[in-house]
Nanobody, 118 residues
Framework: QVQLVESGGGLVQAGGSLRLSCAASGRTVCIGGMGWYRQAPGKERELVGLVSRRGTTTYAESVKDRFTISRDNAKNTLYLQMNDLKPEDTAVYYC????????????WGQGTQVTVSS
């Protein structure tokens, strides 16, 4: 199993920045791609972006050019740098790890709240 713990959420004004972290522990050798997702109140969970094991990234159109995903494989940590935050970015942010290398289902963190005030 792999455990994921997010941190770094909080309250920020529109236009501000936050950096989220996701620390992985356990069978980290099983981790392939990783990603960030978010869920706003009353809405379905949506993809924010993904990063492959080698660092290739993809982003949702709504966050492209504002958010940056990175990972430090030596530290087993995933990051999400969020700049120019907007009220519509308010959501619980979750990290996820693809464990298909070991034949397991994805692992999810417990989420961290990001609130952007206007």
């Amino acid at each position: 199993q792999v455990q994921l713990v997010e941190s770094g959420g909080g309250l920020v004004q529109a236009g501000g920045s936050l950096r989220l972290s996701c620390a992985a522990s356990g069978r980290t050798v099983c981790i392939g791609g990783m990603g960030w997702y978010r869920q706003a109140p009353g809405k379905e969970r949506e993809l924010v972006g993904l990063v492959s094991r080698r660092g290739t990234t993809t982003y949702a159109e709504s966050v492209k050019d504002r958010f940056t995903i990175s990972r430090d494989n030596a530290k087993n940590t995933l990051y999400l740098q969020m700049n120019d935050l907007k009220p519509e970015d308010t959501a619980v942010y979750y990290c996820s790890a693809d464990l298909s290398l070991c034949g397991d289902r994805n692992s999810w963190g417990q989420g961290t709240q990001v609130t952007v005030s206007s």
